[in-house]
């Protein structure tokens, strides 16, 4: 009968004729024979053990890492450093001291700064350009702005102001209207209204006032007396002319018909006589009716 725990071999013994093996997993052996290799190696080399101090150093940070990312800590540590940065910066003197205003006209300057939004003492770097850009825009005379930083410490907010183009009424409101048809403001809420504009009237004619000045504007002794122009739900345009005579336009050839009441203008001075009503709207013919008599036809 064998004795127990008698050795079979080197390194093995039997208990219970079981053998027995190293208490150690096959994986973590591995580790521990692999991490006596790199210290046998740092050992003898200096390049080796530096390598070794920065596998260890490495693993310990990707650990760190893996734990805040599990954690949820990633963003609060993101927050804090930019908060740190920008304290850093701001001590250093990246701060807005001044914000300077550049081509203010109709809209007065504190206007312009309550748009764009731009304190002084803000962190240089952090003033958000375009969104200022966009709020100085949404004022009604301003056409386009331009928000740079200038260094070290200014902001320059420089606008385009809109040129008023026309007045529109329709349903008894009258406004200014921008050159692209855009309405700027109501006429009582202006400062000042330039006497030259001309008046259109209908609900769709700011959209076609480019087309028919277009039109009109060849012939500039006719548009120089157009005070005044009204378009019909059908499309078709009545000219108030300055000494209170109605040209009457037909939907279609608006510009045949401008043309015969330029020639005969020219010939007959019909605009500067005592002519009330001028239809153009039959092409093969013009009706007259002197300012009298119109007079008495509204009456």
Same mark, same amino acid.
Not at 95 to 122: C, P, Y
Not at 171 to 188: K, N
Not at 228 to 234: A, E, R
């Given at each position: ?21 190293? *208490? ?36 310990? $940070? ?17 927050? #804090? ?12 003197? $990246? ?11 109709? %809209? ?16 240089? $770097? ?44 329709? !349903? ?33 004619? *700011? /959209? ?11 012939? #500039? ?17 009545? %000219?108030?002319?300055?000494? !209170? /005579? ?22 007959? $001075? ?12 039959? #092409? ?16």
């Amino acid at each position: 009968m064998a004795k127990v725990g008698s050795k079979t071999g080197k390194g093995r013994s039997k208990f219970n004729g079981m053998m027995r093996v190293s *208490p150690l997993k096959p994986g973590l052996r591995g580790s521990q024979n692999w991490m006596a290799a790199q210290m046998r190696a740092a050992k003898h080399s200096p390049k080796a053990f530096m390598r070794f101090i920065l596998k260890i150093i490495g693993t310990f $940070f990707a650990l760190i890492f893996i734990g805040l990312w599990l954690g949820g800590y990633l963003p609060a540590i993101r927050d #804090s450093l930019n908060i740190w940065k920008v304290e850093r910066l701001m001590a250093a003197g $990246f701060v807005v001291e001044q914000v300077d205003v550049m081509g203010e006209g109709r %809209l007065n300057e504190r206007d312009i700064r309550l748009a764009s939004q731009i304190q002084t003492g803000s962190y240089f $770097f952090g003033v958000d350009l375009d969104a200022a850009r966009d709020r100085t825009e949404s004022l009604p005379w301003v056409d386009r702005a331009v928000v740079r930083r200038l260094w070290p410490n200014r902001i320059v907010v420089q606008v385009v102001e809109t040129t008023p183009y026309a007045l529109w009424q329709n !349903e008894g409101q009258l406004h200014l209207l921008s050159d692209s048809g855009s309405l700027i403001i109501p006429v009582d809420a202006s400062i000042s209204v330039p006497p030259t504009l001309k008046t259109y009237i209908g609900a769709n004619a *700011p /959209a076609e006032a480019r087309h028919i000045e277009a039109t009109l504007a060849v012939y #500039s002794e006719l548009w120089s007396r157009v005070e005044s122009l009204v378009q019909f739900p059908s499309g078709r345009w009545d %000219l108030h002319m300055r000494n !209170e /005579a109605v040209v009457r336009l037909p939907v279609e050839g608006v510009e045949a018909a401008v043309q015969r009441l330029a020639k005969l203008d020219r010939e007959t $001075f019909i605009l500067s006589r005592n002519v009330g009503l001028i239809d153009l709207r039959l #092409s093969d013919r013009i009706g007259l009716t002197a300012k009298m008599a119109q007079e008495d036809r509204s009456s």
